[in-house]
């Protein structure tokens, strides 16, 4: 069993989130947020995840890239004051054609485009990098959607498994903001080849050479879609809400790319971990 540090911050970045749309849970949210162990994660780099088995990180799982999953979690250890800003400078910003990289072969849009369903990355390099790996896949072919998904025939296509002929409506939807006439015609003619439940909407993905489905649901991939909707159809309002988080205010004042020069005073928003836990008694 892992502890990953990409699931932890998308685990804390809906408790923020939470915690500001419904003021009753702050308190609650906050506290739960608090007691995440960031600085545990750090060794100069981030590493990637926590082995409850052998009590042990795998000390060759470090994430390094700028434009991964890795990116939310990143952020929010940076805000906490665990880990130092400097940190996020050092994130590989090499560039791969006209977008950054890892891309293809890491996982394919939801790397790019999952960190901005909570921050607001429209105006920075990343924000750019991720609407240039969309339209780059628009001319690739239609329909168009690669990313990590489940597939008809060979199981789920993660790192490094993407195949051409798999398309994932999740992919898409993830871009609508950036592309909404483009992602509305991509649905569409998804829908047209048999990839949405009339009901429960757009299976996990599609093979666009034998017509196959993969006629399930992923939690993950459902709710990027729902996320992704919500911020389009009621203008950011997952991000309001997160951004409005003063530990999220705090980061976005220690890190550069998202810079807001009138939070001024991030020592107030500091939290202090709990005790480390997380070593076997």
Same mark, same amino acid.
Not at 188 to 206: C, I, K, M, Q, S
């Given at each position: 069993?892992?502890?990953?540090?990409?699931?932890?911050?998308?685990?804390?970045?809906?408790?923020?989130?939470?915690?500001?749309?419904?003021?009753?849970?702050?308190?609650?949210?906050?506290?739960?947020?608090?007691?995440?162990?960031?600085?545990?994660?750090?060794?100069?780099?981030?590493?990637?995840?926590?082995?409850?088995?052998?009590?042990?990180?795998?000390?060759?799982?470090?994430?390094?890239?700028?434009?991964?999953?890795?990116?939310?979690?990143?952020?929010?250890?940076?805000?906490?004051?665990?880990?130092?800003?400097?940190?996020?400078?050092?994130?590989?910003?090499?560039?791969?054609?006209?977008?950054?990289?890892?891309?293809?072969?890491?996982?394919?849009?939801?790397?790019?485009?999952?960190?901005?369903?909570?921050?607001?990355?429209?105006?920075?390099?990343?924000?750019?990098?991720?609407?240039?790996?969309?339209?780059?896949?628009?001319?690739?072919?239609?329909?168009?959607?690669?990313?990590?998904?489940?597939?008809?025939?060979?199981?789920?296509?993660?790192?490094?498994?993407?195949?051409?002929?798999?398309?994932?409506?999740?992919?898409?939807?993830?871009?609508?903001?950036?592309?909404?006439?483009?992602?509305?015609?991509?649905?569409?003619?998804?829908?047209?080849?048999?990839?949405?439940?009339?009901?429960?909407?757009?299976?996990?993905?599609?093979?666009?050479?034998?017509?196959?489905?993969?006629?399930?649901?992923?939690?993950?991939?459902?709710?990027?879609?729902?996320?992704?909707?919500?911020?389009?159809?009621?203008?950011?309002?997952?991000? +309001?809400?997160?951004?409005?988080?003063?530990?999220?205010?705090?980061?976005?004042?220690?890190?550069?790319?998202? +810079?807001?020069?009138?939070?001024?005073?991030?020592?107030?928003?500091?939290?202090?971990? +709990?005790?480390?836990?997380?070593?076997?008694?």
């Amino acid at each position: 069993m892992w502890i990953s540090i990409l699931d932890s911050g998308n685990l804390a970045a809906g408790l923020l989130t939470a915690g500001q749309a419904f003021p009753a849970l702050r308190a609650e949210c906050d506290e739960l947020v608090a007691a995440m162990q960031w600085g545990r994660f750090y060794d100069g780099q981030m590493l990637g995840g926590f082995n409850m088995a052998t009590g042990q990180f795998n000390p060759d799982w470090h994430l390094v890239h700028l434009g991964s999953d890795s990116r939310l979690a990143h952020f929010l250890a940076i805000a906490s004051g665990q880990v130092p800003a400097e940190s996020w400078d050092r994130l590989d910003r090499s560039r791969e054609g006209t977008y950054l990289k890892p891309g293809w072969e890491g996982g394919g849009l939801f790397m790019q485009y999952l960190s901005g369903l909570w921050l607001d990355e429209r105006d920075t390099l990343i924000g750019r990098s991720a609407q240039n790996f969309a339209y780059a896949q628009m001319q690739r072919g239609f329909p168009w959607g690669w990313s990590a998904s489940d597939s008809p025939a060979d199981g789920y296509l993660g790192w490094g498994r993407l195949k051409e002929n798999i398309v994932t409506p999740h992919a898409s939807v993830l871009a609508i903001q950036d592309f909404p006439e483009e992602v509305v015609a991509n649905l569409r003619e998804l829908e047209r080849r048999g990839a949405r439940h009339p009901r429960y909407g757009f299976y996990d993905a599609l093979d666009t050479q034998s017509g196959a489905v993969a006629k399930n649901f992923l939690v993950l991939d459902q709710s990027m879609i729902l996320v992704s909707l919500a911020n389009y159809l009621r203008p950011d309002v997952i991000r +309001r809400h997160f951004q409005a988080a003063p530990l999220v205010r705090c980061g976005r004042q220690r890190i550069a790319d998202y +810079r807001e020069p009138y939070y001024r005073d991030c020592s107030l928003f500091t939290l202090e971990p +709990r005790p480390p836990t997380l070593a076997p008694q």
